[in-house]
């Protein structure tokens, strides 16, 4: 047994030298897949929505009320939308990493330019709507099952929703 194994160690060494170079490759590439990459000029990092937002989302409500009043027998509709998020913001990063190997830093800051006499203004990557989590129709003409199916339709199609998310109610008498 300690015969075998000696010679099975012999092997390897054999075997280390004959490729050590092709082994010290392999060795390098994998480091390098293990090392994080976001040493990139420009990275993105997330904030808070911009305060209009809330205006979107009321005109955004205004529109779709008026395009489901104006569906055969739904009469007067009223729309309530939930909201899953409130969008994200994506700013630009300029990011900076200094020293190399081990004691590499980075450092990352918004980057922003001038509006104005001192102020400065940060660069928006992308602007990503808010996500819509459930509605509810109310509508005069609620009772009739076509009218409630054509609501559902088209609050799905405008909105992206599934069926099982919207609710379509009909509206009290006054």
């Known amino acids: 047994m300690k015969s075998s194994w000696r010679q099975f160690t012999e092997k390897c060494a054999g075997f280390a030298r004959k490729y050590r170079y092709v082994l010290l490759l392999a060795a390098l590439g994998l ?16 904030a808070q ?42 700013y630009q990063q300029d990011t900076r990493t200094s020293g190399s190997g081990e004691n590499a830093s980075e450092e990352a800051a918004v980057a922003a330019v001038p509006s104005g006499s001192s102020a400065q203004q940060a660069l928006i990557t992308k602007q990503l709507a808010p996500k819509c989590a459930g509605a509810l129709v109310v509508s005069d003409g609620a009772a009739n099952a ?29």
């Open 31 to 46: 480091a390098l897949v293990l090392v994080p990459t976001t040493k990139s000029g420009a990275s993105q990092t997330s």
């Open 146 to 174: 076509a009218v409630r199916l054509a609501l559902t339709d088209a609050v799905r199609a405008l909105t992206g929703l599934r069926a099982d998310q919207i609710t379509v109610v009909k509206m009290k008498s006054t």
């Open 49 to 90: 929505p911009p305060p209009e937002t809330d205006d979107t989302r009321a005109a955004l409500r205004s529109e779709l009320e008026s395009a489901l009043s104006d569906i055969d027998g739904a009469g007067r509709v009223r729309l309530v939308l939930t909201w899953e998020d409130g969008g994200e913001t994506v």
